[in-house]
């Protein structure tokens, strides 16, 4: 998508005349289409997340509710299998498609957002499973973080340290950065866990994989 200087100003939060200047320095990726500045959304994004840039995506500040527990974050319903694509950013556009999102969610945004932190690092974190995430709160109304639980029809590479192609993703969306780490933390624990990974090599039913959850963390505790 092609955005104009009114437009990135907005993304980023700064002055039109700030924008032209960052482009005009070479300090802004840019376009130069017959005389006239044009950026690129996902070019500006990658740019905002490499800089640590907060992102203006007019959303009003909520009050966020506490973390939930483990085995809240795991929701049968968002238990997807035979997810196709044969990239990530095609396995990310399939995703999306069915992941159960608000209906005012913008998951062109999302979609973006996500390619766009792939890019500045890699989300596998070996043993065939990926955590594609985002730390701003992109969806309106989202009162409480989401994650989602992808089965691929078949691996992809995702250049992953252990060079093992990725066959899971849990796509996470929190609401600040906080609020992010805290759950990746508490998502760690399960990765580590050998008979966890292997649910997820197998492709186990939600029941399956719920029921070692609560067994791992009873009571609906988070794990330490």
């Known amino acids: 998508m092609?955005?104009?200087?009114?437009?990135?100003?907005?993304?980023?939060?700064?002055?039109?005349?700030?924008?032209r200047d960052l482009a005009h320095a070479h300090?802004?990726?840019?376009?130069?289409?017959?005389?006239?500045?044009?950026?690129?959304?996902?070019?500006?994004?990658e740019w905002a997340l490499q800089h640590d840039h907060p992102l203006n995506l007019g959303i009003e500040k909520m009050e966020l509710a506490g973390l939930p527990s483990i085995t809240e974050l795991f929701a049968p319903d968002r238990f997807y299998y035979d997810v196709p694509g044969r990239?990530?950013?095609?396995v990310l556009r399939a995703a999306l498609n069915v992941f159960a999102l608000p209906a005012e969610a913008d998951k062109e945004l999302i979609?973006?957002?996500?390619?766009?932190?792939?890019?500045?690092?890699?989300?596998?974190?070996g043993d065939g499973v990926a955590i594609?995430?985002?730390?701003?709160?992109?969806?309106?109304?989202?009162?409480?973080p989401m994650l989602g639980l992808f089965f691929m029809n078949q691996p992809?590479?995702?250049?992953?340290?252990?060079r093992k192609p990725v066959h899971t993703l849990f796509l996470l969306l929190s609401l600040s950065p906080r609020q992010h780490l805290d759950l990746l933390a508490r998502l760690a624990?399960?990765?580590?866990?050998?008979?966890?990974?292997?649910?997820?090599?197998?492709r186990a039913k939600p029941s399956a994989i719920l029921e070692w959850i609560q067994h791992a963390a009873p009571n609906g505790k988070n794990p330490k």
């Open 87 to 90: 990239s990530l950013t095609q």
């Open 189 to 202: 624990f399960l990765f580590r866990q050998a008979e966890f990974v292997n649910l997820l090599r197998d």
């Open 132 to 144: 594609p995430h985002l730390r701003v709160p992109v969806v309106v109304n989202m009162s409480r």
């Open 2 to 19: 092609e955005l104009n200087s009114t437009e990135v100003a907005q993304l980023l939060g700064l002055t039109e005349h700030k924008v």
């Open 111 to 125: 979609f973006d957002l996500l390619v766009s932190r792939e890019k500045l690092m890699t989300t596998a974190i």
């Open 27 to 45: 300090q802004l990726p840019n376009l130069d289409v017959q005389g006239r500045l044009r950026f690129n959304r996902q070019a500006i994004l």
């Open 156 to 162: 992809i590479n995702m250049a992953a340290l252990d």
